[in-house]
């Protein structure tokens, strides 16, 4: 912001950025393994028992952490200054009439985002056994889609149902990311047209809403009536 950087610029900046910082983090290579070193699968061997699947008990322990931390979003929303920053994303200039300074508010809001990110990446690497430098490819889309389709099958004013069909939304995608690399062949679908297939479902939730009279708020401007 001091520095005039348009804020789409500046996420790209960072993102490149952040390419090199992950790399030298890895010890400059792309990937690491991590069979001998896995929060995530001795917390669930610790909590589940070693008897049940590991791929089920990961799932458990992951679903279980982004419920917590769905949780303490819905607890921070309903306080005094997660209250102020969701007024500042539907209309700014309200929050400095309140007399907020709106700079150390979206700073705050990067940092909890950005802090999200991060934990959402550890849990990643941790399902999946390894941590990789290209994890985070494609995965603006991937979001995006996601939090279009929790807002097209469930429309509700409360916080916590917000934040509940980001979660379902991000199920239903990988859900049909799933069904599209395991039976996608039977309609000559490749692994390869993932990406094709989450930009046409973004098109498709986009074009739906519109139709139904409802912009979707993830494409909604700051200070935007919402209907």
Do not use: C
């Not at 979206?106 to 990446?121: C, E, F, K, Q």
């Not at 490749?190 to 409802?214: H, M, Q």
Request: proline fraction near 4%; charged fraction near 15%; glycine fraction near 12%.
């Amino acid at each position: 912001h001091r520095l005039k950087v348009p804020p789409i610029l500046a996420g790209i900046i960072t993102m490149t950025g952040f390419y090199s910082i992950n790399l030298r983090i890895l010890g400059g290579r792309p990937n690491m393994p991590l069979i001998r070193n896995n929060p995530l699968l001795g917390f669930a061997r610790t909590w589940l028992g070693s008897g049940v699947l590991q791929d089920i008990s990961l799932f458990i322990a992951a679903l279980l952490a982004a419920l917590l931390v769905a949780g303490l979003m819905d607890l921070f929303f309903h306080t005094e200054i997660g209250i102020a920053m969701g007024a500042m994303g539907d209309n700014e200039a309200s929050v400095v009439q309140a007399g907020i300074n709106p700079v150390s508010l979206r700073s705050l809001g990067i940092a909890l985002a950005n802090g999200i990110v991060g934990l959402s990446g550890a849990l990643a690497a941790s399902y999946q056994g390894f941590a990789d430098v290209n994890f985070g490819a494609g995965i603006v889309a991937s979001g995006l889609a996601s939090v279009m389709l929790g807002e097209l099958l469930i429309k509700s004013q409360f916080i916590g149902v917000q934040i509940f069909r980001v979660l379902a939304g991000s199920i239903l995608f990988k859900g049909l990311m799933y069904i599209a690399r395991s039976w996608g062949y039977l309609a000559g679908i490749t692994p390869n047209d993932l990406r094709l297939l989450t930009a046409l479902l973004i098109i498709g939730s986009i074009s739906v809403s519109k139709y139904a009279g409802k912009k979707p708020k993830a494409l909604s401007r700051p200070g935007e009536k919402r209907r």
